[in-house]
């Protein structure tokens, strides 16, 4: 079982940065698959970005690619999402996922443990 508090939203303008941070409960939180899924208002959970067990590997999508940076910090339980030239597109509530799977996916539903989100705001 593992429990995830994201923190770090905010309101920010078009061009700036926030860094968005995930508090993993458990002692086997280096045995999961971590990552980033983003849901705006009428639309569909999308995927963000993710990482592999042991941070070595990393993916993102490509609307996010070359401006936001994924990292875990395993001993401390913790994951982190540096977002810079946030866009108003960016506009999102963001959570922060942990699975079981060796390889993430991008599909919401293959998951398995969830956060409860944190709001990111990007004016223009």
Not at 19 to 47: D, H, I
Not at 49 to 74: E, H, N, W
Not at 90 to 119: E, F, L, S
Request: charged share 15%.
């Amino acid at each position: 079982q593992v429990q995830l508090v994201e923190s770090g939203g905010g309101l920010v303008q078009a061009g700036g940065s926030l860094r968005l941070s995930c508090a993993a409960s458990g002692r086997t939180f280096s045995t999961y698959v971590m990552g980033w899924f983003r849901q705006a208002p009428g639309k569909e959970r999308e995927f963000v970005a993710a990482l592999s067990r042991s941070g070595s590997s990393v993916y993102y999508a490509d609307s996010v690619k070359g401006r936001f940076t994924i990292s875990r910090d395993s001993p401390n339980n913790m994951m982190y999402l540096q977002m810079n030239s946030l866009k108003p597109d960016d506009t999102a509530v963001y959570y922060c996922a942990a699975a079981g799977q060796v390889i993430p996916t991008t599909t919401p539903n293959q998951w398995d443990y969830w956060g409860q989100g944190t709001q990111v705001t990007v004016s223009s």
